[in-house]
């Protein structure tokens, strides 16, 4: 069975702070990786969508990659700013199978 | 602007009614999924739908059922509410290509605020 463990579970950092998100997954023969954004009272927003034969997306000041071998997965955050204080997490499918997430990470970027 | 909408965004019942959410999106996604999210938990899949008449259980799916009609909705009863099922539910769907086997992002819906008593 699929696990998704994101580390830590909160963060918390002074603005414009580059900043690291981990993400683990225990059986690598995944499709995609897919990053959110949860706001607090609100829905998830994908961020980054990643397929298996890439090894990295890039949007903005955001990078995520993607180590299948390892189980691994790191979202990258540039110049944070208070504004990209949310949840985020990170879920992982093997195709057309339904996404299983990790509980994610809580930042808070500190003006 | 297609987008995915779920109603009520809050709702209070009582235990032992008979309770349904609804869900819609104008995507014209084949997949729709929906989801309770409780802290300390994350989320966990309740039941999903692959296409029109087609829905799966998923890993807490005991109390609940999904009807899929047409394209558009897939509503989640809850056939008798019990207090352990006050919880915040969500609504996604995804768009999925069979020739490739690669997955759009998956869109979310804001959430439905599910309290029991």
């Known amino acids: 069975k699929q696990e998704v463990t994101q580390i830590p579970a909160a963060l918390s950092v002074p603005e414009g702070e580059n900043l690291v998100l981990n993400c683990s997954f225990t059986?690598?023969?995944?499709?995609?990786l897919q990053w959110f954004r949860q706001d607090p009272g609100k829905g998830l927003t994908s961020l980054l969508l990643?397929?298996?034969?890439?090894r990295e997306q890039t949007s903005g000041r955001l990078n995520a990659s993607l180590d299948k071998s390892s189980g691994r997965s790191t979202l990258y955050i540039a110049a944070s700013q208070p504004g990209d204080s949310a949840t985020y997490l990170c879920a992982v499918t093997a195709g057309n199978t339904p996404l299983v997430f990790g509980k994610g990470t809580r930042l808070s970027v500190i003006a | 602007d297609a987008e995915i909408t779920q109603s009520p965004r809050h709702k209070i019942t009582e235990t032992g009614r008979q309770v349904t959410l609804a869900c819609h999106q104008t995507w014209n996604h084949n997949n729709m999924f929906w989801y309770r999210q409780d802290l300390g938990h994350g989320l966990r899949l309740i039941h999903y739908?692959?296409?029109?008449?087609?829905?799966n259980k998923g890993e807490v799916s005991d109390g609940y059922s999904v009807s899929r009609s047409n394209t558009e909705d897939l509503p989640l009863t809850l056939e008798s509410a019990a207090s352990s099922q006050t919880s915040v539910y969500f609504c996604?769907?995804?768009?999925?290509?069979?020739?490739?086997?690669?997955?759009?992002?998956?869109?979310f819906g804001d959430g439905t605020r599910l309290s029991i008593l």
């Open positions: 990643i397929q298996s034969s890439q």
């Open positions: 059986d690598s023969a995944i499709y995609n």
């Open positions: 739908s692959y296409g029109v008449q087609d829905t």
């Open positions: 996604a769907s995804t768009l999925h290509s069979y020739r490739s086997s690669t997955n759009q992002p998956q869109h």
